[in-house]
Structures are given as structure tokens and as C-alpha cells.
């Protein structure tokens, strides 16, 4: 079984995102942590139903990392909707049973950060190591015994998900072989877009 866990928006500039995030939809993100040696931190927005939206970007308090920010966070010079995520029960058994059904989502693997209480929190995913996905084609993520982020942030509910993309059948059978639905529209460009409900209307994320 599997649902949406999260939307993935990446930033060059984490603090100035955030506080555009609550100019557009009345409610301010809260912090979420710090990934150790990832040289990034986030903050969140509920979206309802367990889902949340992921604000990720550059952590000043910390040393640039070995290796690129996750993301493609180093190459971006505006916010923008990368990749979302879909929770899942048992990360291998829905790992087999994409690769059963033609798509292989990656080998699993292990991250963690750390909350601004300084809890130490691990979950499991299928996100490449180095750049993240980028796309319509979500990465699946188990949150095992860790408690679930969404729970107590400020809601902005999801009111719609679709993408865009130069050859909708490329990215059409691996979405399929995940047991999810997602419009994808023909477009010039590969683009997500998330329509949330704020305090001042329909707010829409590219």
C-alpha cells in the first residue's frame, strides 16, 4: 500500500523561500532539521491526509559538503518543485514489486537528520544518492518506527498534483508500475505542479 508522503521543493536560497511560501498561502512553513553532511535543511507545510510539503535548501550553519547537495540544489537559481514521494509500508516488497511490474525505483538505502529538538530521526528510500530524482517519477520512502513528520504542521491543504513532460510515455509506465496515479501532460519542458488551498486562495508551485 502506498500514498503520498511528500512534495519535494528545492532552493537555492532556503530562508527567502520560506518566507515567500507564507506571503503566497497565509501560513508559514516550520522548521524541519538539518541533514548532516548533506550540507542541506528543510522546512515543512502539512498538506493533509499524512502528506507534507518539503521546503530544502542550502544549510548556512554547515560546512559545504564533499559531494552536491541533494537535489540539484547547487545548480538551481529559483525555487522550484523537483520530485514528490510516496510513502510505503515495506520499502523492499514495493521494491519488487515495481521492478515486477517493468520499473526498477534504485536499491534502498539509509538518511537521517536531526529535528530542531535534536531527535535523531532515519527512514529508508530509493532516492539516488547524488543528484535526487528530478520529475514526475516519484522515489519511495519507509518511515519504519520513526514517528511521521506530518503530524502537528500548519495545513495548507493539496488540492492537486500533475506533470508536464516533452514524452509523457517515458515517465506513464514507471508511475503505472508504482500503483499510483498522476496526470502528465505533453509539455516543452519536465515540470511538476502542486495546487494548494491557502488563506488567499489556490496557490500553485511549479
Known sequence: MSSLDHLVLATPDLAATVTEIERLTGTRPVPGGIHPGRGTGNFLLGLGDGGYL???GPDPEQKAPKGPRPFGVDDLTEARMVTWALRVDDLDAAVAGAREAGYDPGEP?????????GDHIEWRLTLDRERGHSGPVPFLIDWGRTPHPSAGLPLVPLVGLEAVHPEPDLVEGPI?????????????????????????GLVVLH
Do not use: H, Q, Y
Not at 538505502?109 to 529538538?117: A, F, H, I, L, Q
Not at 496526470?183 to 519536465?190: D, E, L, T, W
Open 54 to 56: 518539503e521546503i530544502i
Open 176 to 200: 503505472a508500475a508504482l500503483d499510483v496515479k498522476l496526470p502528465v501532460k505533453a509539455g516543452n519542458r519536465i515540470s511538476l505542479a502542486a495546487t494548494l488551498f491557502g488563506e488567499t
Open 109 to 117: 538505502w539509509e538518511m537521517s537528520r536531526r529535528t530542531p529538538e
